[in-house]
Nanobody, 122 residues
């Protein structure tokens, strides 16, 4: 069983930056595929970035070259560095994990955090 707790959300102006964190506890952190998703009001949850067990990274086209996913195995923490933020990045951001599967769809993940809100104003 894995517990995920996100933090770092907030309100910023367009062009600003935020760093989200996801503290992981309860199991061997390195055995999991980890990802960030987001969900805006009235929209489906969408994958933002993922990092595989071996450190391979995948990004949604909408965030490429602006967002960076990383993990600190010593701290059992997943990060999402977000730069050049746009109003369309406004959403609740969720951390997700799965021991067996790894993909860009929410259905691939068993464990979820409670989310952290990111609001970008123009």
């Amino acid at each position: 069983q894995v517990q995920l707790v996100e933090s770092g959300g907030g309100s910023v102006q367009a062009g600003g930056s935020l760093r989200l964190s996801c503290a992981v506890s309860g199991d061997t952190y390195r055995s999991y595929c980890m990802a960030w998703f987001r969900q805006a009001p009235g929209k489906e949850r969408e994958g933002v970035a993922l990092i595989t067990r071996n450190g391979g990274m995948t990004y949604a086209d909408s965030v490429k070259d602006r967002f960076t996913i990383s993990k600190d195995n010593a701290k059992n923490t997943l990060y999402l560095e977000m730069n050049s933020l746009k109003p369309e990045d406004t959403a609740m951001y969720y951390c997700a994990a799965d021991r067996l599967r790894c993909g860009v769809y929410a259905a691939s993940y068993t464990y979820w955090g409670q989310g952290t809100q990111v609001t970008v104003s123009s």
